[in-house]
């Protein structure tokens, strides 16, 4: 009887061991787990962090433009002239526009429309290099040109209209902003962002039909259908500017050249996009450039243009041309056979004949 007791309550604590031995090893098999998989998920962002990756250097560190306190040195007036100069740019149809309050000279978009922030946004086609580099030499006229000359430039061709006068109020409040947007940059230097960003080109030629439908998908809401885009409700400006069509640029401004078009739009466009958040890829913001550029616009004499035609760029599209390539390829490419072409050409020119070989 006690020696049956006894066996009994051995086996009955052996039983509690195995229990306790098989609880502790699930327990320890779970933790074992946790630790494993459960930790594994952990590693997951320091693997990430781990993996650098170089930036484009050409989206950091961009030049930022002046602070606004730096204007304290100037006295009142120049102040004053300074900040009308860059309330021109951002509203310049309700002064100078078709119902502008100063002179109907332009067609009712802002300067402003394609020189974001005002001329400041880095890679939004903004003004910083300006007062550094002009004046110029410029192919397009085949002469040295002034800061008056380019801002006239812009009137004439994007906003299809006329200059104010190089003496008026006007011009000179828009060269001091233009100036005072250069401080602080070197002589002869363009700083990093300014201007448009020139993207890579296709291997291909640029595609209108392909470019339609990005449009539709893209940039159409604003935009409109017809590209004419949409008044402001007061009627002066436009909310959205219109990309063809009458009130739009002629096809002597600088959008007009399809490698523009594509860098202004990649790194800006749909509005609200900036260098550091672009939406298109390379090959949408090229061949909505074609799409765009391929519809209707108002004209320009451009026969005074380029009176050197070795300087025109390799997307401008008119001829005649010192290279064998069409119209058509100069506008929508391929543009690489056309820049070797350009090349060969310049290397064979410097290469002067020995008189050996004569
Ligand atoms: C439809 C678009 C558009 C509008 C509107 C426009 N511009 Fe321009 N502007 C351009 C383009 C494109 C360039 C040339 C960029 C290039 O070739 O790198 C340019 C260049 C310039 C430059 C020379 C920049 C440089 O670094 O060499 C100045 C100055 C300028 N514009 C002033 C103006 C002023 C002032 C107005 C308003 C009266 C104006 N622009 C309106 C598109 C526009
Ligand atoms: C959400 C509305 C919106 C969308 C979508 C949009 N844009 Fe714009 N776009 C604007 C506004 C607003 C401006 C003028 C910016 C300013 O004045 O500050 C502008 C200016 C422009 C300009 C320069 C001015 C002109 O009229 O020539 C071009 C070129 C342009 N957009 C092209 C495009 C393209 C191409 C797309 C599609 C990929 C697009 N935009 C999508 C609102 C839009």
């Not at 309330?87 to 300067?111: F, Q, R, W």
């Not at 429309?113 to 007062?131: I, K, R, S, T």
């Not at 017809?226 to 009627?235: M, P, R, S």
């Not at 550029?293 to 041309?321: A, C, E, Q, V």
Request: a positive charge; charged letters at 20%; one cysteine or more.
């Amino acid at each position: 009887m006690e020696s049956n007791n006894l066996i009994e309550t051995l086996l009955r604590s052996l039983k509690i061991l195995l229990i306790l031995l098989l609880t502790s090893a699930g327990l320890m098999f779970f933790l074992g787990y946790i630790l494993v998989v459960g930790d594994s998920n952990n590693d997951e962002p320091i693997v990430e962090i781990a993996n650098y990756v170089k930036p484009d250097s050409n989206f950091v560190g961009l030049w930022p433009g002046p602070a606004d306190w730096q204007k304290s040195k100037f006295n009142a007036e120049q102040q004053n002239l300074i900040n009308y100069g860059k309330e021109l740019i951002a509203h310049t149809a309700d002064y100078l526009g078709p119902k502008g309050s100063v002179k109907p000279i332009s067609n009712g978009m802002n300067c402003q429309n394609c020189h974001l922030q005002a001329g400041a946004q880095p890679w939004g086609n903004n003004y910083f290099a300006v007062q550094a580099t002009y004046p110029k030499f410029r192919e397009r006229s085949g002469t040295s040109e002034n800061q008056v000359k380019r801002v006239s430039d812009c009137f004439e061709r994007s906003l299809n209209g006329k200059a104010p006068d190089s003496t008026s109020r006007e011009m000179k409040a828009i060269l001091a902003y233009i100036e005072w947007l250069g401080t602080g940059v070197s002589k002869n230097k363009a700083p990093k962002g300014s201007g448009i960003y020139k993207l890579k080109g296709l291997k291909r030629a640029t595609d209108p039909v392909l470019g339609k439908v990005v449009y539709e998908q893209k940039c159409q809401s604003c935009h409109q259908a017809k590209g004419e885009g949409v008044l402001a409700a007061d009627g002066k400006s436009y909310t959205f500017p219109p990309l063809w069509g009458p009130n739009s640029y002629n096809i002597g401004a600088g959008l007009y050249r399809i490698s523009n078009f594509a860098g202004y739009v990649k790194y800006n466009m749909p509005f609200g996009v900036t260098y550091k958040n672009a939406q298109l890829t390379d090959e949408e913001a090229w061949d909505v450039a074609a799409y765009v550029n391929s519809m209707p616009r108002p004209t320009k004499d451009l026969s005074k243009d380029w009176p050197n035609i070795n300087g025109k760029p390799f997307d401008h599209p008119f001829g005649p041309y010192s290279d064998p390539f069409t119209e058509a390829q100069h506008k929508y490419g391929p543009y690489k056979p056309i820049k070797d072409w350009k090349e060969k050409h310049k290397a064979n020119k410097s290469q002067k004949p020995s008189l050996a070989s004569l």
